[in-house]
C-alpha cells in the first residue's frame, strides 16, 4: 500500500500517517517518523500502536525517557500489548534500568511466551544481573521456538563465555556465522572466536 498517496488524499488520514511513521522508523528517517506520529496521534489519542511507533523512533533517537513515556501510553491505551512492554523494556534497559526492563520483558512474555525476542531481551537482562543460568534458560526458549535467530545465539554465547563454558560458546559463535548473520553480528563472531582461540571461517 502507498501511504504517500494515502496522505497526499487525505493529510488527516490517521492510519496512513500511522503507517507511513512506522516505516520511516525501519528506514532510519526518526525526525520524519516522529512527524508523522505526533499527527496520528493528534487524530486518534486513543490508539497505543501510534505512542508504541513514536516510542520507537525516540529509543533509536535515544531520547530515552520519550520512549518510555511513549510506551507507557501505550500500555494505558493497552495493557495487552506484549509489544509495548518490550519497548519500553529496551528503553530502560539502555538507561540502565535493569530491574525495570526486566519485569517489561517478564510481563510481555507472560502475555506472549513464545515471543523469541523477548525471551532474548530478558536473557540479556539476566546477563546483566549476574543470573546467567537464568539467562540460559531464556535464550534456550529464544531459539526452540526460532532456531535461526542470530540475536539468540549471540546472547547464548556471550552468556557461555563468562561462566567460563568456552566449547559452547565458540559453537554458538560458529552457528552465528552458518546463518550468515548481519554484517555486525558476523564479525563480532568472528572477532570472539579468535579471542577464544578458535578457528573461525571466513
Known sequence: MDFDLLVASDPRYG????????????????DEAVCDLTTAIALNPDDPLAY????????AMR???LAISDANAAIARDSQ?????????????????????????TRALELWPTDAEAHVNRCIAYFRRGEYTKALVDCDEAIRVRPNFPEAYRARAMTYWKMGQNR?????FRKILAL???????????????DLGEASPR
Open 52 to 59: 508504541q511507533n513514536r516510542s520507537g523512533a525516540y529509543y
Open 81 to 105: 500489548r506484549p509489544s509495548a512492554y518490550i519497548a519500553r523494556g529496551n528503553a530502560r534497559d539502555l538507561k540502565g534500568d535493569f530491574d525495570g526492563a526486566l519485569a517489561d520483558y
Open 15 to 30: 492510519y496512513a500517517l500511522n503507517n507511513r511513521g512506522a516505516t520511516y522508523v525501519k528506514l532510519g528517517a526518526y
Open 63 to 65: 531520547k530515552l525517557d
Open 180 to 194: 550468515h548473520a548481519r554484517d555486525d553480528i558476523s564479525e563480532m563472531a568472528r572477532s570472539a572466536l579468535d
Open 168 to 172: 559452547k560458546a565458540a559453537d554458538d
